[in-house]
Structures are given as C-alpha cells and as structure tokens.
C-alpha cells in the first residue's frame, strides 16, 4: 500500500488538522456557540434555534460527537447534547498552542 498524504506530517500536525476540520462548518460554530451559552444539555431545540433542517443539524451533531467535542445521552426519545469538557479543553490547549507559536517580528512582509 503507498504512502498516504497524511503520513508525510507529524502526527500532531494530523490530530490539529482534525480538530480543526471538525470546527470548519458555521453551523457546526453556532451549535457549539449554542451549547458552550446555555451552559446544560440542550435536547432537540436547535432545529428552532438555528433555523436548519433537523437532517442537516443530526448530522453536524454526528460530525461533532465523532470529534469528541460533545456527549449525547438518551432522554426518552430524544438525544440530549452537552460539550465534553475534557476535549474542549484538549481543543482549547492545541489551537492555543498553535496560534500562540507565532511571534511578529517587525520587518516581515
């Protein structure tokens, strides 16, 4: 078997593009957005809340908790979401670490 893309980066290069792919979707943003505000699980009103078809808000959902970066429970018949407070921070530590590396120095560009 070749050589894969992504074999030709570090493997912390690989695990901070997946977090970030993860969070590239505005809608993904505002689900977070809407989660990290409300501060509880929040069951089945982001359809509402956002103004998505509830297919395309399941499946951002599905794209989040396969991240880790949120946790569903089962509540009768609903699903419940909050974030996962240990990735977040995970997330948080990474992105942090990435931006922070830049330093600017006068003269460039």
């Known amino acids: ?3 894969t893309k992504t074999a030709i980066f570090t493997e912390r290069q690989n695990k901070l593009a997946q977090m970030m792919k993860a969070l590239a979707h505005p809608a993904r943003i505002a689900i ?17 809340e956002l103004g998505l078809a509830q297919a395309t808000i399941s499946q951002h959902l599905k794209e989040l ?7 569903g429970t089962i509540d009768g018949t609903s ?6 407070p240990k990735v977040w921070n995970e997330y948080k530590v990474a992105i942090d670490a990435f931006f922070v590396s ?8």
Do not use: F, P, T
Request: with cysteine; hydrophobic share 40%.
């Open 79 to 84: 699903v419940c979401y909050c974030i996962d």
């Open 65 to 71: 908790k396969n991240a880790g970066l949120i946790q």
């Open 32 to 48: 977070l957005q809407h989660l990290v505000k409300a501060q509880v699980c929040i069951c089945g009103d982001l359809v509402e």
């Open 102 to 109: 830049y330093v600017n120095k006068d003269g460039c560009c």
């Open 1 to 3: 078997m070749g050589l």
